[in-house]
T-cell receptor
C-alpha cells in the first residue's frame, strides 16, 4: 500500500528564513510525487511535480529515492507563502493520488 | 475557462438519509475524481471517472457511489449517511485519465461541505 507522511502539522518561520516542509513516502514502484497548496479561502492547487523539475514561486523539491523523501524547500520565506501544503503520490498506473496529512506553514513578519 | 464547479456548497443531512453531490468539470475535461477531506483522515481518494466509466475506486464502503454523464458532469451519492461521513467533498477534473508521466494537471473545485447530524 502506498503512504505519504508529512511529520509536521504546523511549521512556523519568520519572513526571510529558509523553509523545508518534509514529505516521506512508502511505495514499492516508481512513484510520481506532487506538492499541492491551499491558500486561505482558495482552492487546492498544484504547486509542483517532481517530473517537471521546475521551481514555482521559489519552491523546489527533489525526489530522493534512497531516503524515500520529497521535501519542499524555499530559501527565503515570504508572508504570502502562508498556506496549507500537501504532499501527494501517484501510483504507476496513474490510478490513485494519495495525500499526506498536510503541513500548515505560517510565515511571520 | 470557468473552473470546476460543485453544487451544493453546503449541505446538512441526518443519519440514514442519502445525498447526491454534483461536479461540473472544466470544459473539455473528461476525467473527474472525487476526494473526501476530514480533519482526522485528511484527503482520501474516492473514485475517478473517465468517459462515463469508473476507472478506479478508493477504499470506501459501497454506500459511496458515483457516475458520470456524457457531458462529463459527475455525481456522487452517499446512501444511509453516518455521522462519520461529515466532510468536505472535493472534485477535481483533468483532460486525461490519471496523471502518470504526463504534464496534465488536476484542477480542484471549491468542495461541498456535508454535515450529518
Amino acid at each position: 500500500a502506498q503512504r505519504v507522511t508529512q511529520p509536521e502539522k504546523l511549521l512556523s518561520v519568520f519572513k526571510g528564513a529558509p523553509v523545508e516542509l518534509k514529505c516521506n513516502y512508502s511505495y514499492s514502484g516508481s512513484p510520481e510525487l506532487f506538492w499541492y497548496v491551499q491558500y486561505s479561502r482558495q482552492r487546492l492547487q498544484l504547486l509542483l511535480r517532481h517530473i517537471s523539475r521546475e521551481s514555482i514561486k521559489g519552491f523546489t523539491a527533489d525526489l530522493n529515492k534512497g531516503e524515500t523523501s520529497f521535501h519542499l524547500k524555499k530559501p527565503f520565506a515570504q508572508e504570502e507563502d502562508s498556506a496549507m501544503y500537501y504532499c501527494a503520490l501517484l501510483d504507476n498506473a496513474g490510478n490513485m493520488l494519495t495525500f499526506g496529512g498536510g503541513t500548515r506553514l505560517m510565515v511571520k513578519p | 475557462k470557468a473552473g470546476v464547479t460543485q453544487t451544493p456548497r453546503y449541505l446538512i443531512k441526518t443519519r440514514g438519509q442519502q445525498v447526491t453531490l454534483s461536479c461540473s468539470p472544466i470544459s473539455g475535461h473528461r476525467s473527474v475524481s472525487w476526494y473526501q477531506q476530514t480533519p482526522g483522515q485528511g484527503l482520501q481518494f474516492l473514485f475517478e471517472y473517465f468517459s462515463e466509466t469508473q476507472r478506479n475506486k478508493g477504499n470506501f464502503p459501497g454506500r459511496f457511489s458515483g457516475r458520470q454523464f456524457s457531458n462529463s458532469r459527475s455525481e456522487m451519492n452517499v446512501s444511509t449517511l453516518e455521522l462519520g461521513d461529515s466532510a468536505l467533498y472535493l472534485c477535481a477534473s483533468s483532460s486525461t485519465p490519471g496523471l502518470a508521466g504526463s504534464t496534465d494537471t488536476q484542477y480542484f473545485g471549491p468542495g461541498t461541505r456535508l454535515t450529518v447530524l
